[in-house]
């Protein structure tokens, strides 16, 4: 699913000879460096880099995966997924089961004003807060993955405000968890999904870029309290699954936290967070003027 040689090839291809100290010419009609540049400018033979980008030499030392590292400019991330690829052969990693903690659940449920999820390697939705479901219509999370839902269901004007780049983050997320867990039956079944049925994930997953979000800005165009602009903080936990606690907060006093608050009220006051129907005006000012109404009372 994911290969070594393959990640060679693409990150050669988008090196600037000239930054590497390479004169360039009209005639040039490579892009980025040819093997034998970065052959010579890592301190192997020819022969042995082009038998790595073939697939034909196998376990390079840490000392060449470093130095191949420093002439295709990798940044931290990008580094360890290499690492990660030289290393399958001698050991594969058993994918996480995808169970959640009855603890972890607890904690969850602590986090009340912000929606909270609990999300697996593949990006399956494993447990959510109430809040987290009236965000995405879905009052139980269970069956959600947030790579399907932003490519096969959502689309560029849905639910997804920044989707360009939320489309970057995914394919990104999934490359490294191919890297990490490349026996995973799921992980590669998702994957031919998602390339059957977008154009966009099958160009952005041909670019083999690699990307490791912890945190950030996600925007939300929900279609009762119009625009969310949330931060979200990524917590990965320390048993090594890859599991993650995903937490969305607003700015205090922001037009954000207004709709979050209207969200719960609606809700509470049974209202359907998935019911476009009744949706509030396109920037959703006027639900939140009631939400402040609310608040104040």
Avoid at 12 to 39: F, K, N, Q
Avoid at 78 to 85: Q, S, V, W, Y
């Amino acid at each position: 699913m994911d290969d070594l040689a393959g990640f060679l090839r693409t990150r050669r291809s988008r090196v600037d000879p000239a930054t590497a100290g390479i004169p360039v010419d009209g005639r040039r009609r490579v892009a980025g460096l040819r093997r034998e540049e970065v052959a010579h400018l890592s301190g192997v033979s020819v022969d042995y880099y082009v038998r790595l980008e073939q697939g034909r030499a196998t376990q390079p030392s840490e000392q060449v995966l470093d130095a191949l590292a420093r002439v295709l400019g990798l940044d931290p991330t990008e580094r360890g997924h290499l690492h990660r690829l030289a290393r399958q052969p001698r050991r594969r990693t058993k994918a996480p089961s995808g169970r959640v903690r009855p603890e972890l659940l607890q904690v969850l449920g602590l986090v009340a004003d912000a929606p909270a999820l609990v999300m697996g390697h593949r990006l399956d939705v494993l447990a959510g807060n109430r809040l987290a479901g009236l965000l995405y219509g879905r009052p139980d999370l269970a069956g959600l993955n947030i790579a399907r839902h932003l490519f096969l269901e959502e689309g560029e004007h849905g639910l997804y405000a920044g989707w360009e780049t939320c489309t970057l983050d995914v394919v990104g997320h999934l490359r490294l968890a191919a890297g990490k867990y490349p026996d995973d039956p799921r992980l590669t079944s998702l994957i031919g999904e998602l390339a059957m049925g977008s154009e966009r994930f099958r160009r952005l997953w041909a670019r083999a870029d690699v990307r490791a979000r912890t945190h950030g800005r996600k925007a939300y165009r929900h279609p009762l309290v119009g625009l969310l602009e949330l931060h979200q903080e990524n917590f990965g936990l320390p048993d090594g699954s890859g599991t993650e606690l995903l937490v969305l907060t607003a700015a205090p006093g922001s037009p954000t936290e207004d709709g979050l608050r209207l969200l719960a009220a609606l809700d509470a006051d049974g209202g359907s967070a998935a019911d476009g129907g009744n949706a509030a005006d396109g920037d959703g000012g006027g639900a939140r003027e009631t939400a402040r109404a609310r608040t104040t009372e």
